[in-house]
């Protein structure tokens, strides 16, 4: 019994020092490295803290006040405080909080909203949508009929009344808005118009602009939208996670979708992180942070431009951006690679009129959550430019990635995630 008790207080390094030697090793990459990574961010060390309890063992089917175990009266005041912070946030009437991801989100809304084989018109990847929306190598457009809609290839942005036109002749059981890679604002109410006129339901994801949403910088789909689904891992900047937002009407369907019909027991550790991230959402300095988030933005593309560097849309709106690289003639893959030598993150990404394919794309998307969390701001989003712009004219000479490379790492330690005490 002792050797039991005596394995179960072990700690990380001393149990498992290869696990906590990766750990490490991603810390430090971390802290050398300038994310701009769009859909990544640095969660709290309260949220994490909650991530880390003894919570994690909790097994909970069901929701509050009808569970299938017993001794979950704590869980379930916890798991109604995450969702009683949810509504108040977003200003939603109900809130489900155990989705395990963005993608189990929008399943679980569309296996609550609809029948399978029902149609359903949303935003194709290509221009910006999410798998889950329902591309084609995903399990939605195999057991849904998806027909989606693109942006304008010359501009960059939402064609609404193209989308009317194909929204009247699709005649959709449900439309899909919000995006993974659109810069600009979208109109929900414009969407929600559309939605009623041809008699569908309207669901938006803004798994990458709810943060800016609960700042008010930029219109909230909730008064327009009979679902609204977000990741909370974002612009949010809590741990990983999804937040299924719905009229009253629509709850008892959601949460059976989610419970029993996709998940099993949810994850209350992950609530309960959640609900202490929901808490940052209603401090000032996490306004004042998603303010800063899209002022960086809006810096980082204008200094791109200054460089002579394609901003697809001619600008942002949000808190990122697209580059399309075809003019420079380099590949959006090859663009990443070379950016991460010098200790640069993005991702490769399809933009509007690409001539490559899904792997080998000509676009990169760029954003500012995590450098912003950093601490960073307009002045080194102008040397960032710089940095990214050398890289991309010089793919392939040394000296130009070793000299980046070192001045990142100059400025990361200005500007540490977290201190050396975490």
């Excluded at 971390?30 to 919570?55: D, G, Q, W």
């Excluded at 994850?267 to 942070?289: C, D, F, S």
């Excluded at 560097?309 to 951006?321: F, I, K």
């Amino acid at each position: 019994m002792e050797a039991t008790r005596n394995l179960l207080e072990r700690k990380l390094p001393d149990f498992d020092p290869e696990v906590d030697r990766l750990i490490r090793q991603e810390m430090l990459r971390n802290e050398e490295t300038l994310n701009l990574i769009a859909s990544e961010n640095y969660p709290p060390k309260s949220s994490m803290k909650a991530l880390s309890s003894m919570l994690s063992g909790i097994y909970s089917e069901g929701y509050p006040g009808e569970r299938y175990y017993r001794g979950l009266q704590h869980i379930d005041r916890l798991e109604s405080l995450a969702r009683e912070r949810a509504c108040r946030v977003f200003g939603a009437e109900h809130a489900n909080v155990q989705a395990l991801s963005g993608s189990n989100a929008n399943i679980a809304a569309y296996l609550g909203l609809l029948q399978l084989g029902d149609r359903i018109l949303s935003m194709e990847i290509d221009s910006g949508g999410h798998l889950s929306h329902g591309a084609k190598v995903n399990i939605v457009s195999k057991i849904f009929e998806v027909r989606q809609y693109g942006v304008d290839a010359a501009t960059g942005l939402l064609d609404y009344d193209a989308i009317r036109a194909q929204a009247l002749e699709f005649r959709p059981k449900l439309i899909v808005c919000g995006a993974s890679a659109y810069p600009r604002t979208i109109d929900f109410a414009r969407f929600e118009r559309i939605a009623r006129e041809v008699g569908a339901l309207l669901l938006a994801d803004i798994s990458h602009i709810a943060g800016l949403v609960v700042a008010g910088l930029h219109p909230s789909p909730v008064p327009h939208c009979d679902v609204v689904t977000t990741t909370t891992h974002k612009t949010l900047r809590m741990t990983r996670g999804a937040l299924i937002l719905c009229r009253k009407e629509h709850a008892a369907k959601i949460d059976r979708a989610v419970f029993p019909v996709l998940q099993g027991g949810p994850h209350q550790a992950n609530i309960a992180a959640i609900a202490v991230g929901l808490k940052h959402l209603e401090t000032p300095e996490y306004r004042q942070y998603a303010a800063n988030v899209v002022a960086n933005a809006r810096r980082l593309a204008e200094e791109l431009q200054a460089r002579g560097l394609r901003v697809v849309s001619g600008g942002t709106d949000n808190h990122l951006l697209l580059l399309d690289l075809q003019p420079q003639g380099i590949d959006g893959d090859t663009a990443s690679i070379r950016l991460e030598e010098a200790h640069i993150v993005v991702n490769k990404n399809k933009v509007p009129g690409d001539k490559g394919t899904a792997k080998k794309p000509f676009g990169i998307r760029l954003g500012t959550p995590a450098v912003t969390t950093r601490g960073m701001g307009p002045a080194e989003m102008t040397r960032i430019a710089g940095w990214v712009a050398e890289r991309l004219e010089r793919p392939n000479d040394d000296a130009t990635r070793d000299r980046v490379r070192d001045d990142v790492r100059a400025l990361c330690r200005e500007f540490p995630i977290y201190r050396p005490t975490f």
